[in-house]
């Protein structure tokens, strides 16, 4: 089996799934809608239909790949027996200390909107998440964050009328 077989095979899963979360998942263990703000649905709904459309997208890129012909360039291949192969896939090239780096600030983030609320909490998410990524110089990330922070808040706050973990700031 080559890669891009697997792929396939994977993909095709996880779309297999959403379909089923879509269709039987989300609709059964939902919550009733509680009155105010957006439906429980909502959320789920939308994530789980960003990654079908996302597994579609990869189902098609690898059909293309498959009926052009198309090689994944050497350089680009982690495994080098795989090289002639068609596809274009990541794995093998995921970088364990760097991954850690990012679910470190991920998970102090769900802890600390339970206890600082979600303004510090996001604030400090995002400024670790830029010195994860790579940013050294201190203004930058700092209206980046207040930026997207206060771009969230109002948007899920008023936007979607979704109350905000933590103090209310306006």
């Known amino acids: 089996m080559t890669r891009l077989q697997r792929d396939t095979v994977a993909y095709l899963l996880i779309s297999a799934f959403c379909i089923l979360m879509l269709s039987w998942g989300i609709p059964t263990y939902t919550p009733p809608y509680p009155g105010y703000g957006a439906s429980p649905a909502l959320v789920p709904n939308v994530s789980i239909s960003v990654i079908l459309v996302m597994s579609f997208l990869v189902l098609v890129r690898n059909a293309v790949a498959k009926f052009k012909d198309k090689p994944l360039p050497p350089g680009e291949s982690e495994f080098p027996e795989d090289a002639q192969t068609t596809g274009f896939t990541q794995v093998g090239?995921?970088?364990?200390?760097?991954?850690?780096?990012?679910?470190?600030?991920?998970?102090?983030?769900?802890?600390?909107?339970?206890?600082?609320?979600?303004?510090?909490?996001?604030?400090?998410?995002m400024l670790?998440?830029?010195?994860?990524?790579?940013?050294?110089?201190?203004?930058?990330?700092?209206?980046?964050?207040?930026?997207?922070?206060?771009?969230?808040?109002?948007?899920?706050r008023y936007g979607?009328?979704?109350?905000?973990?933590?103090?209310?700031l306006f």
């Open 93 to 125: 090239r995921v970088k364990l200390g760097h991954l850690l780096g990012f679910m470190v600030p991920c998970a102090l983030l769900v802890i600390g909107i339970e206890y600082i609320g979600y303004v510090p909490a996001a604030l400090l998410f």
């Open 128 to 156: 670790a998440i830029q010195y994860v990524i790579g940013t050294r110089t201190f203004v930058q990330p700092v209206i980046v964050s207040f930026t997207a922070v206060a771009v969230l808040y109002v948007t899920m």
């Open 160 to 168: 979607f009328g979704v109350p905000i973990p933590g103090p209310p």
